[in-house]
């Protein structure tokens, strides 16, 4: 680590490891207006609060995953976004004072994808916020990874990609002025009704680990990896689109019964894959759905939650009904999506 | 010289020299993360020990609770991840069970340990074998018990249990995860030693050094 | 090139690089209701056509720039975008049948990137449709990009991110209802506004080509790049982001006066940069521009002009004026940039 | 053998030939474009020049004019990029200088070749030395119509194109880019030899190949 120049040990676009964050949240202040920057705290809000005696909405987690969550704050979607340092959960007095802003008198939801350090430190963050504050404090935990085995001996599935559509729904919901409980039931029926999976091409690079997380040759892949860089569930030959779709596909729909109702499906980018490869996947996936009788509804195809620059794509299929779908199409203002407003 | 007790200023030692360690190692314990986790634990354990110790050093602690909340404190609101919570509210125990006092002894500082685990667990719910930091922590502590059952000397059961600690943290590489990042690696976790294991054994080895020979 | 299974020879999500282009064009179909995608020809038009009377916009370009050109087809920016093949321009038969297609009656504007391959097949294309159809064609050539020196004895300088601010401000003044002459007009005066500058950390790699374009050692990079994976003007020691925006801002500010104007400012990936690196690098870009005492109206941060998989960005400044910033902030509904509607 | 005249299937042998020799040497040709270019110029003749030789099995030509005029227009509307409109040009000016003949002689081909040299610069306004496929087709017909000069020996014409276009190709490493994408490299550019020049070489030694021995 080289501190006395501004030259990087790798190649990225940064000057020092250490100030990744805070030269980020720098850049977003700058870029966006519409919303407001707490650099202390490391916490973007709205720049303009929604209206009083609707719930609020706040989530957060480890920083290289942008467009998430930060990119997810504005009208219609969350209401503040707590940033810890790269791939590591925020920290309790983050979430204590973004809960203190963000509350508009309807309560606060957490939005939690479950990890070990960002399950800890919220759930520390809420007991703090009911120890020194009158505010309620509802929680989801997004745990949406088939890649990973569910069980209760275990820290369970990751929250990935159903974490970007549960923020839209919800936060569409919460924007009607649903209440508290109500904001939270719709929330875990878009956690208990999408699944995900991903696919890895190349591993990620930790600034501050300033070398690759994990090698990958030139001719495998990694299958069923989260957005943190992790070695995925197996190491398989590197395969054409439609055979990555398929080993991506497949899990997601031995999992959940997607038939029979209208279904949300998300092809995202982890970072380092061109949106031109992301439309050749979707190509594939969409093909599996149609051949399995899936009706895909609505669709988002590019980077929404990343793993800093790997190369590799995640398949979200979220089962939803006409609520979520009118909650879906709501009018939304983030700098990650938008439509109607 | 005596080592029946160890003094706020020793305890001092015991945290400054923890952050040394973590950060001398700090390649190592993100390596190991590397392996089988997300690639920071040296960073975050770095980074946190690091405002532990500057904080200490701005406003020197006179009391062991005082010290170890402090430390736990910041922890917790300068790491995140898994490890902030879980160091975070090991010291913070050891700090509520200790109290205002100025010394520990042996049984004392076993104590204050042991609530500490009591701490991690709460926090986490690791149980033994499930390739964490409490696979060090457990069986250390079972040793510094040992230890003191049969000698107030506190470098014998600090050696005792850092002894006990590496068994500990070499003993996770056979492990398959069951908590923490590492478990969604399933059968692919064996064969790495954990890093928050491999961070604790550093915490045993400190003790070890600020106590000096037995 | 394995052509009997579908392993690809590098880590890239397709299927073989002959079908790139046709297999991503199945994925821009699938996922968005609001295209209509002709695949015989290649071409990517808005689903609803613009009312009757309106000058439609047709722009076009080598593949590997996503979203440019097909992600911004739609109410607000481009009526129709011709594909080529992976770097390569369209062909002249596909500007002449999307010339058919999309004109209302009040003419077509061509907006074509300066590449010799580009000039000549949309001359070829507008020779064709002056020939075979009564359609006003106009043409705007946009050369923007600073790293190349501007000489009528070479092929002059490329058209990169003014690209993205022109066919945005263009399609609202279209929309608007401006005639083929004033919408032309308002096209050059973007066009002879703004500037570019990119910088490349990697090479990209041409499907087809199988292997990166150059070879960047780990300690450089290249300053000057275009779109297309070509070397650039010079190849310097990595830097970190301040530095590397130093040294893309200053030939901006050199080549032309922004102070006493609205600028709107892009920071554009090249494809294989993650967006939490392009906020950072738009964060040095912000303060430079500051410096220098101009005034950012209006900016966007993402990866909006694209080199395939290339690690990098580019920096474009647009000095506008007040109808400029209007035409700006006017809705528009593409897949790549939206906002109003 | 009589090398007087060359007949349309013998031409239709050349065009054959050229995409033989482009589909061979499509590495060769996109490694120099990925040295000054946007590494593609071997997959654009080898996508361009197969449609054209598909199209012509489909319907084989019976004159010169259709043949060539068929071959343009399949590379305009197949290959894109700078070489499609270029070499489409240039086939297509061949065809309507030439006619609808069924043969052409020595004077006849020196004609067409220069006419379609006057479309690829109409459409590319390229200049001796600025670094393109201009400065092996300039050479290349000079050298032809020097040789028809004297000789109405086609094979003989061929020969000497073809050792001009290779002098021509192999001078382009020396040149400063004015046109064409390695013009951005300015100084850099010089040193490698120019894609579109090699591709052109190659259209030469396809005639000489064609043609047979002097
Ligand atoms: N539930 C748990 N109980 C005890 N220790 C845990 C638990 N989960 C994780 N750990 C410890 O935390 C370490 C990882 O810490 P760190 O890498 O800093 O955080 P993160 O996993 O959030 O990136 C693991 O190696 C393990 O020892
Ligand atoms: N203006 C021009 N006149 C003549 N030849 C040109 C001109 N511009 C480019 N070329 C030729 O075209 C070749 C590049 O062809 P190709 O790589 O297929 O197209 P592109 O440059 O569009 O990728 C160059 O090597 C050069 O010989
Ligand atoms: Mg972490
Ligand atoms: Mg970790
Ligand atoms: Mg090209
Ligand atoms: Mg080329």
Redesign the interface.
């Known amino acids: 680590m080289k501190v006395n120049q501004e030259v990087p040990d790798m190649k990225k676009l940064i000057n020092f ?1 250490e100030t990744v964050l805070a030269d980020s949240l720098a850049g977003v202040a700058a870029a966006h207006p519409g919303l407001r920057v707490d650099h202390a705290n490391r916490i973007i809000y709205r720049a303009t609060p929604k209206a009083a005696g609707k719930v609020a909405l706040l989530s957060g987690g ?1 920083t290289g995953h942008e467009p998430l969550h930060g990119g997810f704050v504005g009208e219609g979607m969350l209401d503040a976004a707590c940033a ?10 983050q979430m204590l004072e973004a809960t203190k802003v963000v509350d508009r008198g309807a309560g606060v939801l957490h939005i939690v994808k479950n ?3 960002d399950v ?2 919220f ?2 963050g809420a007991e703090l916020a009911a120890a020194e504050t009158g505010i309620t404090v509802a929680v989801v935990v997004v745990n949406d ?1 088939v ?3 569910d069980s209760s ?3 369970g599935r ?1 929250g990935v990609g159903t974490t970007v559509l549960l923020e839209k729904i919800v936060g569409a919901a919460a924007e009607e002025g649903r209440d508290l409980e109500a904001v939270a039931a719709v929330a875990r029926q878009v956690n208990e009704s999408g699944r995900s999976m991903g696919v890895a091409l190349t591993s990620c690079t ?1 600034p ?2 300033g070398k690759p ?2 090698e990958l040759p030139e001719d495998e892949m990694e299958i069923g990896v ?1 957005i ?4 995925g ?2 190491r398989v030959p590197l395969a054409g689109a439609a055979e990555v779709a398929r080993q991506l596909v497949e899990p997601i729909l031995a999992d959940m019964d997607f038939t029979g109702a209208p279904t949300i499906v998300m092809l995202n980018g982890l970072g380092g894959t061109p949106l031109i490869e992301l439309y050749v996947m979707y190509a594939e996936v969409a093909k599996l759905l149609d051949a399995a009788g899936i009706t895909v509804a609505r669709s988002l195809v590019g980077n929404y939650i990343t793993a800093l620059d790997m190369a590799g794509c995640s398949v979200t299929v979220l089962r939803a009904d006409e609520d979520l779908i009118r909650l879906w199409d709501a009018p939304v203002s983030t700098t990650g999506m938008r439509w109607g407003i | 010289m005596s080592n029946d007790t160890i003094t706020v200023d020793q305890l001092t030692d015991w945290l400054t020299r923890f952050r040394d360690l973590v950060t001398e190692q700090v390649s190592y314990l ?1 390596e190991l993360d ?7 634990h ?3 354990m770095t ?1 946190g020990m690091g405002a532990v110790v500057e904080k200490i050093h701005a406003s020197p602690a006179g009391t062991v609770d005082e010290l170890f909340k402090g430390a736990g404190m910041t922890l ?11 160091y975070g509210t090991f010291f913070l125990r050891i700090g509520t069970t200790a109290g205002p006092r100025t010394s520990l002894d042996a049984p004392g500082l076993a104590a204050a340990l042991r609530a500490g685990l009591g701490g991690v667990v709460a ?2 719910k690791a149980e033994a074998g499930d390739k964490t930091m409490f696979d060090v922590l457990s069986p250390a502590l079972a040793a510094f018990d040992a230890a003191v059952d049969v000698s107030s000397d506190l470098s014998t059961a600090a050696h005792a249990a850092y002894f006990a600690a590496q068994t500990g943290r070499d003993a996770t590489r056979a492990l398959l ?5 590492a ?4 059968e ?1 976790s064996i064969g790495h030693i954990d890093p928050g294991a491999a961070s604790t054994a550093l915490l045993f080895q400190a003790l070890v050094e600020t106590l000096g020979e037995e």
Chains 1, 3 share one sequence.
């Open positions: 490891p480890g810890g340092a790269i791939f590591t959960s925020p920290t309790p007095d990890y070990t350090g800890m430190n759930e520390i990874d890649a990973v085995e001996f275990t820290a990751r930790v501050s680990a997380t994990f989260g943190h860089g992790e070695p569930r197996r | 993100t590397s392996a089988i986790g997300d690639a920071d040296g960073s975050n980074r917790v609101t300068s790491v995140g991840g898994a490890s902030g919570p879980l926090r986490g995860a069951r908590k923490g990042r478990s969604y690696l399933g692919r």
